[in-house]
């Protein structure tokens, strides 16, 4: 399994867990982002994402190698998913497998914030009044934004 990856498929999470599977590992973590039916006040239908997947597949990589060196962990992998999603659908997993679970939740937290902040991957939300729109986080691309504080608005 690649350390980061798209999918234009929905996502397979127990081969990717396996994948991650490490019988000197005592620990597991990971997170899905799910497409939800609201954002901001209005209600969404379905989600579109769009990647600059050459650049993204190398800063995703560059990512999830900073997590494993930087928490010690032993393997760790992100897939995100491109183009039509519905309420319900994954649209991002992270795993990680480590020593113990402390390293485990800290690479996932690691992972999936600065692939939010630091990969070009763009979102458009269809909403029930037929408008549509397409989604950042100006704020977190802010260079030296500190990812330790809690944000006053979701990632998903």
């Known amino acids: 399994m690649k350390p980061f990856s798209f999918s234009t498929t929905p996502l397979s999470l127990d081969t990717y867990r396996q994948a991650l599977a490490d019988p000197a590992a005592g ?18 239908t379905r989600l579109e994402y769009e990647a600059f ?17 930087r928490f010690g962990v032993l393997k ?22 480590s020593k113990h679970r402390a390293e485990a939740f ?6 999936i914030d600065e692939v939010k902040h630091r990969v ?7 909403y ?7 989604v950042n986080c100006e704020r977190c691309a802010v260079a030296g934004h500190d990812h330790e504080h809690k944000h006053p ?4």
Do not use: M, Q
């Not at 800290?106 to 992972?111: F, G, L, N, P, V």
């Not at 608005?153 to 998903?156: I, M, Q, R, S």
């Open 76 to 97: 760790a992998a992100c897939v995100h998913r491109v183009g039509s999603l519905e309420i319900g659908d994954i649209a991002v997993w992270v795993g990680v497998s």
């Open 120 to 126: 070009p991957i763009w979102k458009k939300e269809h």
């Open 106 to 111: 800290a690479a996932c937290r690691y992972i």
């Open 27 to 44: 620990g597991y973590a990971s997170f899905e982002g799910w497409v939800r039916n609201h954002n901001e006040g209005h209600a969404v």
């Open 153 to 156: 608005h979701a990632h998903d």
């Open 128 to 134: 029930i009044n037929g408008d549509s729109g397409w």
């Open 53 to 69: 997947e050459a650049l993204a597949n190398k800063e995703g990589e560059r990512i999830v190698t900073e997590a494993i060196a």
